[in-house]
């Protein structure tokens, strides 16, 4: 398998939620555009769960300051998908809370 594997997560501010993309130390340079992969990440998310129930959830269910992770998502530098490991957040002791 190639691609490079992105971190993904919701973080939670007092005033907003915020998606979240880690990026690997090693990440290919054919990445030439880092607010593009953000968006092609963002969308390979959202069309895998579902947007609204994620975020209902996590703005009901989280409390300021913490980041709610989502799991990860492998890409190429041209937008194909390598694979993925994505989950709505479960809320119970030791789930998705950092």
């Known amino acids: 398998m190639s691609g490079d594997t992105f971190g993904v997560g919701i973080g939670v501010t007092e005033a907003e939620l915020r998606f979240l993309v880690r990026v690997p130390s090693d990440v290919d340079s054919g990445w030439t555009d880092p607010e593009?992969?953000?968006?092609?990440?963002?969308?390979?998310?959202w069309e895998r769960l579902d947007k609204e129930a994620v975020l209902r959830r996590i703005s009901e269910s989280t409390p300021a300051g913490e980041t709610v992770r989502l799991g990860t998502v492998t890409l190429k530098p041209d937008g194909t998908v390598v694979d993925h490991a994505l989950?709505?957040?479960?809320?119970?002791?030791?789930?998705?809370?950092?």
């Open 87 to 98: 989950s709505p957040p479960r809320f119970d002791p030791g789930s998705n809370r950092d």
């Open 36 to 45: 593009e992969f953000q968006r092609l990440v963002e969308r390979v998310v």
